[in-house]
């Protein structure tokens, strides 16, 4: 395969194929696993007397300020697990089957562990093995980075702080797009719209065409609010791809929680904490939608384009509903921020929205909902959560016509990449 380095346009034709397809595919969710010092590396003292290893029973653990992260359970990674060790469970979970298996199943989620292959940290390994899977590029995200924005909330400063050590880890390690084939997206935590500007203002001058952002209220508002104009618009002139990817760890729907039930999530009760993950499961990426179609970002901003990641897909068809029915009857809503919107506000989220749905859904059904145009393939590899090989994915969309299935494989992940 050739690059343009003029564009960073794709030329196809030199790369040989290494899948049935026909074509090489973008991956939209791959994930590195995090050096030890990947907060610490470029981070100044006050960084590194923030972010510090301790060691817990038979296992070393991070903390940030006073606060442990208990997410991911394994922050060295070392062994791991197998690409797609869960994948097989997540079928049968979706079609019904298995359910009675759940506690011999927790038994030994993992499977058998492996050492940690330096494909999940060394990119030019990386490039190998995506050759072998007939993968051409892939946007890949963290592993652990997700999971810890959480924890410093109460220090925003020190927070943007630690995360803007993080991404100068991340240009040295894996490169913001490597080769013009790995597509590392740098992490802004949105803990205040200021920082998050100066960040992304930063990461975009560094050659960042995709940054990852926690989905949710964010910084106590709403992500449309002008408070975060600046970084929209930054977003805006750029054409950077804002990818609200999953996450892990403590987030500001636990206190929702236990403000509501009384319950601590995941200390108490199974039916509090199965009640928990139904509850809260989707919420920051519904949040997320709905304030950016009806606080009319995209008519401020109309570059602007974000995508759920590893989110799955059974809260679209909820989300257009209630994008096209918010208002009372007299006065759906007309207006934000004092700009109107005339447009339907599900086709707003169709024309700005892409969703990488799991591959155990529907996704035929999600391409009905919001065009093929707009689902991105995620195989999440090597994460057990995904599919074995990136290229198994096209099994849950074989009954597309070739076009669309090609659309959603590579064509729309790298149209983003190329805006």
């Not at 987030?251 to 904490?273: L, Q, R």
């Amino acid at each position: 395969m050739a690059y343009d380095g003029a564009n960073m346009s794709v030329l196809e034709g030199e790369h040989p194929m290494s899948n049935d397809l026909g074509y090489q595919l973008i991956d939209a969710d791959n994930h590195y696993y995090e050096a030890e010092d990947a907060f610490t590396r470029h981070g100044d003292e006050s960084v590194k007397r923030y972010v510090r290893w301790i060691q817990e029973g038979k296992r070393r653990k991070l903390v940030f300020g006073e606060k442990i992260s208990d997410t991911p359970g394994n922050p060295t990674f070392n062994p791991i697990a197998k690409p797609g060790a869960f994948h097989q469970r997540l079928k049968d979970l979706e079609s019904g089957k298995g359910r009675s298996d759940d506690w011999e199943f927790a038994k030994s989620p993992y499977g058998a562990l492996e050492p940690l292959p330096d494909a999940y940290r060394d990119r030019d390994v990386r490039l190998d093995v995506m050759d072998e899977q007939g993968v051409e590029q892939c946007f890949l995200f963290p592993t652990l980075g997700d999971c810890v924005e959480g924890l410093m909330m109460d220090d925003p400063e020190m927070g943007h702080k630690t995360f803007h050590a993080y991404n100068l880890w991340l240009q040295d390690d894996w490169g913001y797009g490597y080769k013009n084939r790995l597509w590392s997206p740098a992490y802004i935590p949105l803990l205040d719209p200021e920082l998050a500007a100066d960040e992304l203002e930063y990461v975009v001058n560094q050659g960042a065409k995709i940054v990852s952002v926690r989905p949710g209220a964010a910084a106590g508002r709403s992500p449309a609010d002008p408070a975060f104009d600046r970084f929209w618009s930054i977003a805006n002139e750029a054409k950077t791809f804002v990818a609200y990817h999953a996450y892990g760890g403590e987030t500001i729907y636990d206190n929702e929680f236990k403000n509501i039930f009384g319950k601590v999530p995941y200390s108490d009760k199974a039916h509090y904490i199965t009640l928990m993950h139904a509850l809260n499961g989707s919420r920051g990426v519904i949040d997320t939608m709905m304030s950016l179609v009806l606080g009319n970002l995209f008519g401020r901003f109309p570059n602007v384009r974000v995508g759920s990641i590893e989110m799955g897909m059974q809260w679209v068809s909820f989300v257009l509903h209630q994008l096209d029915h918010a208002g009372g009857i007299t006065a759906r809503q007309v207006s934000a921020w004092g700009t109107k919107i005339d447009d339907l506000p599900s086709d707003i989220f169709k024309a700005h929205c892409y969703v990488s749905p799991f591959p155990e859904e529907d996704v035929v059904g999600l391409t009905e909902l919001i065009g093929a145009e707009r689902v991105l393939f995620g195989s999440d590899w090597p994460h057990p959560e995904g599919n074995i090989s990136p290229v198994d994915y096209v099994d849950c969309i074989q009954k597309l016509d070739p076009a669309d299935i090609k659309l959603i494989m590579r064509d729309n992940a790298l149209e983003l990449i190329n805006r």
